[in-house]
């Protein structure tokens, strides 16, 4: 996966931190949304928290980065280029399988082809309701790159 791992974090007013703040949370309540609809399902969300820090630090936000890990990745080209990465324990990622394939839960074990398949195409809907959600706010074009989905522990995902 390209990640830059050399980006420093900018420094912003709490007026652009609050403007920040609002797209990152529109952008979950549309992916929230998509995720109901596809689902038939009602979705509570949290609200998002946003901090600038390097790749490296993901590992220590992600658990002990020993778990097993789904992350979708796409690179985010256009106005505001970069790359969105949307991380799910593994036990979440199966649980909401279950969920998106109409399965009792607790029924998946494993990611298999059809299952990654699922969750590659859930993660390409999140991404591109979130990354809508952010072009319309910010008047702007925003290009999702080709989406793709890993399944590792997540040091070495992102390494």
């Known amino acids: 996966m390209k990640i830059r791992s050399d980006v420093q974090s900018p420094e912003l007013s709490p007026l ?11 952008g979950v309540s549309h992916a929230a ?50 790359n969105l990465l949307l991380i799910f324990g593994h036990k979440d990622a199966l649980s909401i399988l279950d969920l998106l394939l ?6 998946s074990h494993t990611i298999a082809p059809l299952e990654r398949q699922a969750f590659k195409q859930l993660s390409v809907i999140l991404s591109s309701s979130y990354l809508y959600a952010m072009a319309q706010f910010l008047k702007t074009a925003i290009i999702p790159g ?3 989905l890993y399944c590792d522990r997540i040091e070495t995902i992102i390494s």
């Open 16 to 26: 652009q931190m609050s403007t920040l703040y609002e797209i990152a949370n529109i």
């Open 33 to 82: 949304t998509s995720l109901s609809l596809l689902t038939s399902s009602k979705i509570s969300i949290s609200l998002p928290e946003i901090q600038f820090l390097p790749i490296n630090r993901m590992v220590e936000l992600v658990g002990s980065g020993r778990e097993e890990v789904v992350v979708g990745h796409m690179e985010v080209m256009g106005g505001t280029p970069g």
């Open 102 to 107: 109409g399965r009792p839960r607790g029924t």
């Open 146 to 148: 080709d989406p793709h």
